[in-house]
Nanobody, 125 residues
Framework: QVQLVESGGGLVQAGGSLRLSCAASGRSFSSTVMGWFRQAPGKEREFVEAISRNGGRTYYADSVKGRFTISRDSAKNTVYLQMNSLKPEDTAVYYC??????????????????WGQGTQVTVSS
């Protein structure tokens, strides 16, 4: 079992920055692929970014390329999502996920086994 707790969401103006954190407990943190997903009202959940077990490889959605960065700190069992140049369309509930998806399926939320409760990010124009 893995427990995930997100934090760091909030209200920010367009162009601003936020850093989300996801603290993991339970199963060995270093053995899991970590991902961030988001879901806006009335829309389906979508992939944002993911990071490999050792942090050596990252994956991102085109919509956040150059603006968001995922990282992980094994000493703190925490994964981060640094979000810069935020846009109103980034408004969503952001979820942290953990699992063992093969590299070619990290964008597929169904391949993750554990999810956090979500944290709201609201970007005003």
């Amino acid at each position: 079992q893995v427990q995930l707790v997100e934090s760091g969401g909030g209200l920010v103006q367009a162009g601003g920055s936020l850093r989300l954190s996801c603290a993991a407990s339970g199963r060995s943190f270093s053995s899991t692929v970590m991902g961030w997903f988001r879901q806006a009202p009335g829309k389906e959940r979508e992939f944002v970014e993911a990071i490999s077990r050792n942090g050596g490889r990252t994956y991102y959605a085109d919509s956040v390329k150059g603006r968001f960065t995922i990282s992980r700190d094994s000493a703190k069992n925490t994964v981060y999502l640094q979000m810069n140049s935020l846009k109103p369309e980034d408004t969503a509930v952001y979820y942290c996920a953990a699992g063992d998806p093969p590299a070619r399926t990290v964008v597929d939320g169904t391949r993750y086994d554990y999810w956090g409760q979500g944290t709201q990010v609201t970007v005003s124009s």
